[in-house]
């Protein structure tokens, strides 16, 4: 599975454990395809994302201008948790490709064309927040 696809799935899965509360492993599997087997980095963006939480919703709260995280819709809050979990903690996948990613996710996602602005706008400015603090 290419890395598209697989955030494609985490997002998925993301927005899975947030709607019902299962745990990470049963939402991978349920986004997979018959046949299809999860790979190294689908359980990693599933997984750290969660793991890390915490502190990307911290991020997040001070990224957001007039918005708060909860009121965000559950897929865009998904898809930006993944993006800043990917910009802080893989180092191998540079800034700007997870911002595009995620853009695309937001765009694929949402009927709203602004949500791919919006989106990009928020993690532009934690991707300044991150590059600060290293």
């Avoid at 802080?88 to 996710?105: C, Q, R, T």
Wanted: aromatic share 6%; net charge negative; glycine share 6%.
């Amino acid at each position: 599975m290419n890395r598209r696809v697989a955030r494609i799935k985490s997002v998925q899965a993301l927005y899975q454990v947030e709607m019902t509360g299962v745990e990470p492993q049963t939402a991978i599997e349920t986004v997979l395809e018959e046949g299809e087997t999860s790979d190294g980095f689908l359980t990693q963006l599933v997984e750290g994302t969660l793991d890390n939480q915490e502190e990307i919703d911290g991020l997040l709260e001070g990224a957001l201008e007039h918005w708060t995280l909860l009121r965000l819709s559950r897929i865009d809050r998904a898809i930006l948790r993944q993006c800043v979990y990917e910009m802080k903690y893989i180092e191998d996948v540079p800034v700007n490709v997870s911002i595009n990613e995620a853009v695309d996710l937001a765009k694929g996602f949402n009927a709203e064309e602004e949500s791919g602005k919006f989106v990009n706008g928020v993690t532009s400015k934690i991707a300044s927040i991150i590059s600060e603090e290293l």
